[in-house]
């Protein structure tokens, strides 16, 4: 079982002018793994908010994983891998590069992202995308790592890159 806080970045969503689509779509996924969420909220593409829900979620609701959606763009307002790398501790840029991998199999489109993913602490924080299919996609190409990658934070992940006889 690990926790989990989402956050949704949204100028309109914060203002209740658009339903919360990307989050419903990382709740669902989500429930049907050994997974608990225990933070949501939506905030504006506001770097300095998004920094401190970011902190807070982390350092006082010990959160085991933290996924964002939005953000992730190329608009002015596309805040969110500039407000995650401000708190991370060390970059973990395979979570990132596969999402982008898997899809530019789907569309050019995806070569325009600039998510990021990084640890805080015990803590893994990852973008995503704000439409809904690309959380479903991308989630679906990172979700076979996330059980490791949180076991290994927490000190509780066998040794690695041992081969089973």
């Known amino acids: 079982m690990f926790t989990v ?3 949704t970045i949204s100028d309109k969503g914060s203002r209740g002018e658009r ?3 990307s989050g419903e779509a990382i709740r669902e996924i ?6 608990r969420i225990v933070n949501y909220d939506v ?13 807070k979620w982390v350092d006082e ?5 933290l996924i964002t959606t939005g953000g992730t763009g190329l608009t002015p307002r596309d805040v ?8 991370v501790d060390r970059i973990v840029p395979g979570f990132a590069e596969a999402m982008r991998a898997e899809s530019l199999k789907k569309t050019p489109m995806a070569m325009l992202s600039r998510a990021v993913a990084g640890t805080r602490g015990k803590c ?6 704000g439409s809904p299919k690309a959380v479903r996609e991308c989630l679906e ?13 927490k000190g509780q992940a066998g040794e690695c890159g041992i081969a089973e006889t």
């Open 80 to 87: 969110t891998p500039e407000a995650t790398l401000a708190v």
């Open 124 to 129: 893994l924080i990852i973008n995503l995308p």
């Open 43 to 55: 905030v504006p593409d506001e770097k300095e908010l998004i920094v401190e829900k970011l902190v």
């Open 19 to 21: 339903q919360d689509k």
């Open 141 to 153: 190409v990172i979700l076979p790592a996330l059980p490791h990658a949180v076991e290994t934070l």
């Open 61 to 65: 609701d010990d959160l085991d994983v």
């Open 30 to 35: 989500l429930s049907s793994m050994d997974a």
């Open 5 to 7: 806080g989402i956050l």
